[in-house]
């Protein structure tokens, strides 16, 4: 099923210089990006769109940590996108990600982990219009 789902170079990617290594890596694997910009999110937005995790203890960090800096939102295309872009993406704590995943390569924390992909068909599509209007995305 071709699905779309947003994907985030988080702020320490941005910081880091790793802008083209993560999209090497997309375009590798034969994602399509649908729509991209940089942005730099405020608290407030943050905190929306990682709302599912308000309750968590690492909610205020973790909100801190998103606009800390600029980030690339991207829409991605692809048969399974969901998943493969996830299993690109490797495991929350690098330490536990597989070998040649984008976290165990370049992540240095549990929550500076360079890179954010949505992990449902809801969650795809709730964070993708939380960032991009239908006029921003390439269609097809
Ligand atoms: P993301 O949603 O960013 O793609 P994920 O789905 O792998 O990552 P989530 O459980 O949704 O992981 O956590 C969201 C983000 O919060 C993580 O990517 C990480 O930056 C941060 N985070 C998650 N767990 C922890 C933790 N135990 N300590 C600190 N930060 C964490
Ligand atoms: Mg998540």
Known sequence: MMQRTLAIIKPD???RGLIGAVIS??????LKIAAMKMIQMTKKQAEGFYKVHAEKPFFDSVTDFMCSGPCIVMVLEGEEGIERYRKLMGATNYKEAE?????????TDIEKNVVH??????????EINYFFNALEMISG
């Open 13 to 15: 990617g941005v910081a």
């Open 99 to 107: 070998e040649g995943t984008i976290r165990r390569d370049f992540a």
């Open 25 to 30: 890596r997309l375009e590798e694997t034969g």
């Open 117 to 126: 992909g949505s992990d449902s068909p809801e969650t795809a599509k709730y």
